[in-house]
């Protein structure tokens, strides 16, 4: 299911189609203009400063009263999709540079995109980055890059096989945010989404069983380098077994014999039945609830010219706590 919105959606429609969106009206959009303005201030302020975060924290309980009631509501319950579309941020689109054409690109800088990202994330939850991929920046930009087309990553154009972020680690993100700040030329370039409470009734028990023993070995994506530990066997779901979690990598997870890699595929079989694609507009935020939701995009084809797709993303982790041990200095950065 493809998902094109136009603008006279309704403020928060929640239904299939796609779970959730809500539309920022116009006063909402000058608060948080205002907020902006406060966070980008500074030419010389750095988002992944502990202060400048902290302020982007603290400026967070200021969002519209709205905003902030449609992210708590999310965070009770994702819905049977995981997905929350918040439309209407600040992107700057009339003065964006060119799109980036560095690998590894990440976005250092508090500029207007950045600063609604992270004034948005923080409700979500604390702010983390992986010091193994993109240098543990905060905001990271999702860009293809010349070379990479078929790449299995952030910095391809090929079709993105479906997965949840960072699914091999512990400590993976409770909450994934994609804010567009240009689409792909063609605009055909899609957000793919599919939830494992939509996909879970359309899976027979015995696979559900077998999904649920540690069969399966996910092992880091290309993006964290070498250099990890090796990966140990785990099951793909977990939790209450009416309303699990899931955590698998299409593209990174192996399953373990004949019986595991038959069960894997029909999950892939069940997810992909269930998916919505969601082509954004500049200025879309998706957050996805990682442990619900996989996430993967359609091909497109990059020009690199300076204008091709931008997305910036985020990370979110609700207990701050359990990630200590490996938050270097307490900070943001978990190694």
Avoid at 20 to 42: H, N, Q, R
Avoid at 59 to 77: G, I, Y
Avoid at 111 to 116: G, N
Avoid at 270 to 293: C, I, K, Q, W
């Amino acid at each position: 299911m493809t998902t094109r919105l136009g603008n006279n959606d309704p403020a928060l429609d929640e239904g299939p189609d796609p779970a959730a969106v809500f539309v920022l009206d116009e006063s909402d959009g000058l608060l948080l203009g205002d907020l902006v303005t406060e966070l980008t201030a500074d030419p010389d302020a750095r988002i992944d400063a502990d202060g400048w975060a902290d302020t982007a924290r603290t400026l967070s309980n200021q969002l519209p009263v709205r905003l902030r009631q449609a992210v708590r509501r999310f965070r009770r319950d994702p819905g049977v999709d995981g997905v929350l579309l918040i439309r209407g941020l600040p992107v700057a689109a009339e003065t964006l540079p060119e799109t980036p054409r560095d690998s590894g690109s990440v976005e250092r800088r508090a500029t207007t995109s950045a600063a609604a990202l992270m004034l948005v994330s923080a409700q979500f939850g604390e702010m983390g980055a992986f010091r193994q991929e993109k240098s543990g920046a905060l905001v990271q930009n999702i860009v293809p890059i010349a070379g990479n087309e078929s790449f299995q990553g952030n910095e391809g154009s090929a079709n993105l096989k479906m997965h949840i972020e960072d699914g091999f680690h512990q400590h993976r993100p409770d909450y994934v945010g994609l804010l567009c700040l240009r689409n792909d030329h063609d605009n055909v370039a899609g957000l793919r989404t599919a939830s494992i409470r939509r996909a879970l009734p359309l899976l027979p028990e015995k696979t559900l069983a077998i999904l649920r023993e540690p069969r399966f070995v996910t092992h880091a994506p290309a993006s964290f380098g070498a250099g990890l530990p090796p990966a140990s066997p785990r099951p793909l779901l977990e939790g209450d077994p009416a309303d699990p979690d899931i955590q698998v990598d299409f593209a990174c997870t192996e399953p373990q014999g004949a019986e595991a890699e038959a069960a894997m595929a029909e999950l892939s079989r069940a997810l992909d039945e269930v998916a919505l694609t969601f082509v954004l507009e500049p200025g879309d935020l998706a957050v996805l609830d990682n442990r619900l939701a996989l996430h993967g995009r359609t091909s497109f084809r990059p020009r690199y010219d300076g204008a091709d797709r931008w997305l910036q993303r985020s990370f979110m982790h609700l207990d701050a706590r359990r990630t200590r041990p490996v938050r270097e200095a307490d900070g943001n950065v978990l190694a």
